[in-house]
Nanobody
Framework: QVQLAESGGGLVQAGGSLRLSCAAA????????MAWYRQAPGKQRELVAA???????NYADSVKGRFTISRDNARNTVFLQMNSLKSEDTAVYYC?????????WGQGTQVTVSS
């Protein structure tokens, strides 16, 4: 089966940086698109950033100019470089891979930003 696994989360002070990674462990296909979502306690899960197989990207307004999504298609790995972190970025971050209309999700990684 296809599985995604996130890594790179942790505790960081406001203004700091983190780099999240998400790799597909068991797949022989390339995801059509990959994305990062986040969910804070009591909040709805929201799209943070997405990238297509061709490299087109989209970002939530709240992270534009601070976060950068990228991918390594050969390894089915997606990255999220997070700079100038704010306390409101605190959440569990999930990666998603989309293939032929079906979404595959990782288990999530905690990002905590102290103010």
């Amino acid at each position: 089966q296809v599985q995604l696994a996130e890594s790179g989360g942790g505790l960081v002070q406001a203004g700091g940086s983190l780099r999240l990674s998400c790799a597909a462990a068991k797949t022989i296909f390339m995801f059509n698109a990959m994305a990062w979502y986040r969910q804070a306690p009591g909040k709805q899960r929201e799209l943070v950033a997405a990238i297509t197989g061709g490299g087109s990207t989209n970002y939530a307004d709240s992270v534009k100019g601070r976060f950068t999504i990228s991918r390594d298609n050969a390894r089915n790995t997606v990255f999220l470089q997070m700079n100038s972190l704010k306390s409101e970025d605190t959440a569990v971050y999930y990666c998603k891979g989309l293939f032929r209309g079906y979404a595959y999700w990782g288990q999530g990684t905690q990002v905590t930003v102290s103010s």
